[in-house]
Every structure is written in structure tokens, then in C-alpha cells.
Nanobody, 117 residues
Framework: QVQVAESGGDLVQAGGSLRLACAASGNTDSINAIGWYRQPPGKQRELVAGITSGGSTYYADFVKGRFTISRDNAQYTIYLQMNNLKPEDTAVYYC???????????WGRGTQVTVSL
């Protein structure tokens, strides 16, 4: 099993920046990839960005050029640097690791990001 804890969410003005962190613990050696997701108010959860154990990254079109996902291997923490934030980025942000040979989700509690005009 693996556990994750998200942090770094805050209230920020449009155009501002935040860096979210996802700290993974437990069976981290089995993690194949970690994704950052978000759930805006009243909407479904959506994939924002992902990074594989090999370092390949993926970004949803609506964050390309603004968000950057990175990884600290030593502490197995995944970061999401968010620049030029927009009000539509307001959401609860979650990370979800995928383990080798498994399709199970391992959601954390999430961290709230609120972007004001």
C-alpha cells in the first residue's frame, strides 16, 4: 500500500503562483506514475498532470505552459508548480499514485486552491 498527503494549497490572486506538494509513503518502490488531479466546485475530477517513474510527463491542455510537475526522488515528493493562475483553476487538488500491476486508486485528502480575480 501507499499513502499520499497533499499540501500547498492557498488563496491567491489571478496571475499568481503556488507550488503544491504530494508526499508519498509506504510501498513507494512500486509506484509507476503519479498524477495530479483537480475537482472544481460542482464538477468532476479531472487529470491535470502526471509523471512516470522514468520521468516522462503529461499535461492537460488547459495547464500546458503554466504548470510544471516534478519529482524529488530522495523523499518521494511530487511537486506541481502552478504559474499564471486563473480563477478557473480553483479546485481541490489531489495526487494519485499508480502501483505496478494495479489499477487501484490511492487518493489523498486533497488541498484547496482558490484563485480570486
Amino acid at each position: 500500500q501507499v499513502q499520499v498527503a497533499e499540501s500547498g494549497g492557498d488563496l491567491v490572486q489571478a496571475g499568481g503562483s503556488l507550488r503544491l506538494a504530494c508526499a508519498a509513503s509506504g510501498n513507494t518502490d512500486s509506484i509507476n506514475a503519479i498524477g495530479w488531479y483537480r475537482q472544481p466546485p460542482g464538477k468532476q475530477r479531472e487529470l491535470v498532470a502526471g509523471i512516470t517513474s522514468g520521468g516522462s510527463t503529461y499535461y492537460a491542455d488547459f495547464v500546458k505552459g503554466r504548470f510544471t510537475i516534478s519529482r524529488d526522488n530522495a523523499q518521494y515528493t511530487i511537486y506541481l508548480q502552478m504559474n499564471n493562475l486563473k480563477p478557473e483553476d480553483t479546485a481541490v487538488y489531489y495526487c494519485n499514485p499508480r502501483l505496478a500491476g494495479s489499477t487501484a486508486d490511492h487518493w489523498g485528502r486533497g488541498t484547496q486552491v482558490t484563485v480570486s480575480l
